[in-house]
């Protein structure tokens, strides 16, 4: 089973850029559904991103789609996600997560049985 660990996170003023890295180990993570997601205080944990095994496009969160980019980095086992022009509403621990999710169900969190621990984000205006 492959185990996940997030970096990246930090704090940044609004129209900001960072970086975050999901490290797998375990097992080679091109071989998996991987998407992050991210939580706010008192709200539920919401979809932003996947690369989902079915298709070779990447699919994003209304909210977040021109400004973050997902992507897989197989020599180092790493699935990245790029956040520029980052909003205070992006402020969120964000999770990256993988699983056999499927077409119907890839945007829910349900749908993934392994996750990260997780790394902060805040941004400020």
């Known amino acids: 089973q492959v185990q996940l660990v997030e970096s990246g996170g930090g704090l940044v003023q609004a129209g900001g850029s960072l970086r975050l890295s999901c490290a797998g180990s375990?097992?080679?993570?091109?071989?998996?559904?991987m998407a992050w997601f991210r939580q706010a205080p008192g709200k539920e944990r919401e979809f932003v991103a996947a690369?989902?095994?079915?298709?070779?496009?990447?699919r994003y969160a209304d909210s977040v789609k021109g400004r973050f980019t997902i992507s897989k980095d197989n020599s180092k086992n790493t699935v990245n996600l790029q956040m520029n022009s980052l909003k205070p509403e992006d402020t969120a621990v964000y999770f990256c997560?993988?699983?056999?999710?499927?077409?119907?169900?890839?945007?829910?969190?349900?749908?993934?049985?392994?996750w990260g621990q997780g790394t902060q984000v805040t941004v400020s205006s």
């Open positions: 997560a993988a699983g056999a999710a499927t077409r119907s169900n890839y945007r829910d969190y349900a749908a993934y049985d392994t």
């Open positions: 375990g097992r080679s993570v091109s071989s998996l559904n």
């Open positions: 690369e989902p095994w079915f298709t070779s496009i990447a």
